[in-house]
Each structure stands twice: as C-alpha cells, then as structure tokens.
C-alpha cells in the first residue's frame, strides 16, 4: 500500500505518524522480526518524504485521555484514542489500522473499509 501511495497510485497525503504509534511500530517490529531491525524500520521512518512525525503536545494527550472516559466500555487504546485527536486536529477521515478501534471513533479505516490492497 505505501509503495502505491510513493507511486501517486494512492492518493494519501499528507501521511501522519505520531511518535507513540512510533513506538508501538518499534515494539511490534521488536518482538516479530528482532531488535536488529527496529532501526531500521523506524529510519525508513524518519527518512521518507511520505510521512510527518507528529509530537503530541499536552492539550492532545489530555484530550485523549477524557476520551478514555467516554469510551470505557471498549478496549480502545490511548495510542488509538490519542491517534484521533491528531487526525481531528488535522481533518484526517482515514486512519491505516488493522483493528475497529479508529472506525469505532468515527474515522474511515483504510484498507478494510476503502478497498484499497495492501500488497505483501
């Protein structure tokens, strides 16, 4: 899918990832594929012109956590809670996920609900 997306295939722009899915990215990779290969998974990060780290600030963070409140009779996670918030911040309707969580707070979940393939 990101390789369409670097193609012009896609168009997804601008790409977001804040630096806590950077760290679930980080963990994920680590227990999959080894601790030799997080750098370079998160280089290929940092290095692309297809993605803006995004640094939450407090008033984000704070947010999110009020969400958590809202939404406790769900297992939604204060990355996917806090992911929100950034993508309302910056009128983001697609999130690119795996699980429910992002469509449960209202966001178009890419590729499950756009058709859109992620080639392996």
Same mark, same amino acid.
């Given at each position: 899918?990101?390789?369409?997306? $670097?193609?012009?295939? /896609?168009?997804? %722009?601008?790409?977001?990832?804040? &630096?806590?899915? /950077? +760290?679930? /990215?980080? &963990?994920?990779?680590? *227990?999959?594929?080894?601790?030799?290969?997080?750098? $370079?998974?998160?280089?290929?990060?940092?290095? +692309?012109?297809?993605? &803006?780290?995004? *640094?939450?600030?407090?008033? $984000?963070?704070?947010?999110? !956590?009020?969400? &958590?409140? !809202?939404?406790?009779?769900?297992?939604? @996670?204060?990355?996917? *809670?806090? @992911?929100?918030?950034?993508?309302?911040? !910056?009128?983001?309707? !697609?999130?690119?996920?795996?699980?429910?969580? +992002? %469509? @449960?707070?209202?966001?178009?979940?890419?590729?499950?609900? @756009?058709?859109?393939?992620?080639?392996?």
């Amino acid at each position: 899918m990101f390789e369409n997306i $670097a193609a012009g295939n /896609l168009v997804y %722009r601008p790409l977001y990832v804040s &630096t806590f899915v /950077l +760290s679930e /990215l980080a &963990t994920l990779v680590l *227990h999959n594929s080894g601790p030799e290969q997080v750098p $370079a998974v998160l280089n290929s990060v940092y290095d +692309s012109s297809l993605f &803006t780290v995004v *640094h939450p600030d407090e008033s $984000a963070l704070e947010v999110a !956590r009020k969400a &958590t409140d !809202r939404y406790d009779d769900q297992e939604i @996670t204060l990355v996917d *809670h806090l @992911t929100g918030v950034l993508a309302e911040n !910056r009128s983001v309707e !697609r999130i690119f996920g795996f699980d429910s969580d +992002s %469509r @449960t707070l209202g966001f178009t979940l890419a590729p499950a609900d @756009t058709g859109d393939l992620v080639e392996s």
